[in-house]
């Protein structure tokens, strides 16, 4: 499996988000963002989402340098319609005014609308934590075939609807959930895929609503849908960050008519430690607990107690050292649509080697 080093893997990403027609800041940002989700982990929101944008620009789903639309500021409540903007950018720029209004006003509530794909959820709640905020987000996905059978359904009803939650502590997030509410992302089927092996018991139903471990129905002929997670609970969760993000923030919902492209909206909160309390005591009662939650013996089966965020943080670790294995179908579609912009085989490989 090629293997890069992430500034390699980062310079692919920009050259083709250049291409795409971003500006050098959407660029950087679209990029930086990738990666950094490649190296959390979480390989079904890194550069192999590339091919999908590609695409999506071509059909005008996405656009580049887009101009968000500030449809609601007032006070605590700001109302953003990203218009198909170029997701990492769209969601990174209201966080960013969303920190400011709650270091203002002490929180903020935003509702980000109609976004492209706006990646790794979880990137946002770092961006809030390293700025002294909590941070909470409902997120749905629309426009795309609705991936998600909502408990005992035999349909695909909801997208992946990714809920986030996350705390400063003090050495960066002390805690970070970031969870798609199917028991996998769908990128994660796309992964299984491309390189060949089965989806985990649990996660998928074919077009009959049978389980079934195999994800080539539901990512080539797009039948079948993947299961929320905790059965009835993660289903329940999925449905309000449906409803919060699109009938409640006003972003597209997932009964509306589908375009193929992947829409994001996004009802957040942030709130700024310093307004709501002693920072340094909230980042203490944060470590009793993570101390108190540690000290329990670990059950049978496992190895160890980890705590959100953590599988990221050491995934991380352990590719910026090693370096991120990106598989041979994701780098040959990443190739493939660079080529449909024009990026020549030698401009790429001279991008990879770093
Ligand atoms: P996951 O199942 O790998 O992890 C979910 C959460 O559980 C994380 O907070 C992680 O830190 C925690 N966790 C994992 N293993 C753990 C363990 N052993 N002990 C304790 N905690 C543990 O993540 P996922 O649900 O596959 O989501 C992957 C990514 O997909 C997320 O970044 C999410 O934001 C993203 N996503 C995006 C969209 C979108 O439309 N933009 C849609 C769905 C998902």
């Not at 990029?31 to 071509?58: C, E, F, I, T, W």
Request: charged fraction near 20%; include cysteine.
């Amino acid at each position: 499996m090629p293997t890069f080093p992430p500034n390699a893997l980062f310079a692919v990403a920009h050259l083709i988000a250049r291409r795409m027609g971003s500006n050098e800041a959407e660029a950087q940002r679209v990029a930086d963002h990738l990666v950094r989700a490649n190296l959390s982990g979480h390989d079904s929101h890194g550069v192999g989402m590339l091919p999908a944008y590609v695409q999506m620009l071509k059909d005008g789903l996405l656009v580049p340098n887009q101009t968000p639309e500030t449809v609601l500021d007032a006070g605590a409540l700001l109302v953003i319609d990203a218009r198909r903007g170029y997701g990492q950018r769209m969601a990174a720029e209201a966080v960013e005014r969303a920190i400011e209004r709650a270091k203002e006003l002490g929180a903020c509530v935003l509702a980000l609308r109609n976004s492209a794909h706006i990646g790794r959820i979880g990137t946002y709640g770092e961006q809030a934590t390293a700025a002294g905020c909590a941070f909470t987000a409902f997120v749905n996905v629309a426009d795309i075939w609705p991936q998600q059978a909502p408990w005992a359904s035999a349909d695909g009803r909801v997208g992946t609807n990714p809920f986030c939650a996350a705390v400063p502590g003090t050495d960066g997030p002390a805690l970070l959930l970031d969870m798609a509410t199917t028991t996998i992302a769908a990128g994660k089927a796309r992964v299984a895929y491309n390189k060949g092996v089965p989806v985990p018991d649990g996660a998928l139903i074919d077009a009959h609503g049978a389980p079934t471990n195999d994800p080539t129905g539901f990512i080539r002929d797009r039948t079948g849908a993947l299961l929320s997670f905790g059965r009835h609970k993660g289903s329940g969760l999925a449905v309000m960050c449906e409803i919060m993000a699109a009938a409640v923030g006003g972003g597209q919902r997932a009964d509306q008519d589908a375009k193929g492209g992947v829409v994001n909206s996004m009802l957040a909160t942030v709130i700024d430690l310093s307004k709501l309390g002693d920072p340094a005591a909230i980042a203490q009662g944060i470590e009793a607990t993570k101390t108190h939650i540690r000290a329990a013996r670990v059950a049978p089966g496992f190895e160890q107690i980890l705590l959100p965020g953590e599988p990221e943080r050491r995934s991380a670790a352990r590719r910026k050292a090693e370096g991120i294995e990106v598989d041979a179908t994701t780098w040959h579609d990443i190739r493939a649509a660079a080529e449909t912009l024009g990026v020549t085989r030698a401009e790429i490989d001279q991008a990879a080697a770093g």
